[in-house]
Every structure is written in structure tokens, then in C-alpha cells.
């Protein structure tokens, strides 16, 4: 079983910068597709941000497309999710997902078994 755990959160203004990091621990995130979903207060789940295991295919959300970028650094075990443009409208806890070894990179989160406790992004006007 892989833990997952993220940080980089923290407050930002409208317009700025965050790096959001997702490591893994007890196993590798080797051949394992990672996602980024996000949760604000009052509204359900959603998806961000995928990267298939062989870090070759990417999947974004339409509302961050070209505001946001996933990475995986294999060296370091991580997926990074940069996060540009900021707006208050992106305020959530952001959540890192891994799928069992050989999953896909998609949008579903029922296809991802291991998660985050997430960490909090919030964007002040």
C-alpha cells in the first residue's frame, strides 16, 4: 500500500503562484498514474490534474487548462502541481490520488484507491 501525502499549500493573492507536492511513502509511486483533485467548502470534488504512470500523458480540467501544470519527478517520488494565475474561485483543499500499479490517468476518482489527506489552498482577492 502506498501513502500518499501532499503540502505546498498556504495563502496566495489573486494572480499569484503556488507548488503543490505529493509524495509518496511506504511504496513508490512507480507505475502508479497520480491525480489532483480539489474540494471547496459546500461543493463536491473535482478533478484537476492527472499524470499517467510513464509521465508521458497529462489530463487537466478545462477550468485550470493552461493555469496549471503536472509533473512527476521520478528521482525525487513526487508529482508537483503548479498552479499559476491564481484566482479566489480556486480556493480548496487539494487533495493527491494514486491509482493501484498500471492505473490510468483520468478524471474518475473512483480509479484512484490511495489518497491524501489534502492540503489547503486559499486565494485572497
Known amino acids: 500500500q502506498v501513502n500518499v501525502t501532499e503540502s505546498g499549500g498556504g495563502l496566495v493573492q489573486a494572480g499569484g503562484s503556488l507548488r503543490l507536492s505529493c509524495a509518496a511513502s511506504?511504496?513508490?509511486?512507480?507505475?502508479?498514474?497520480i491525480g489532483w483533485f480539489r474540494q471547496a467548502p459546500g461543493k463536491e470534488r473535482e478533478f484537476v490534474a492527472a499524470?499517467?504512470?510513464?509521465?508521458?500523458?497529462?489530463v487537466y480540467t478545462d477550468s485550470l487548462k493552461g493555469r496549471c501544470t503536472i509533473s512527476r519527478d521520478f528521482a525525487q517520488n513526487t508529482v508537483n502541481l503548479q498552479l499559476n494565475s491564481l484566482k479566489p474561485e480556486d480556493a480548496a483543499i487539494y487533495y493527491c490520488a494514486s491509482t493501484s500499479p498500471g492505473g490510468n490517468a483520468n478524471s474518475y476518482s473512483g480509479a484512484y484507491g490511495f489518497w491524501g489527506q489534502g492540503t489547503q489552498v486559499t486565494v485572497s482577492s
Open positions: 499524470i499517467h504512470w510513464n509521465g508521458g500523458d497529462t
Open positions: 511506504g511504496r513508490t509511486f512507480s507505475g502508479r498514474s
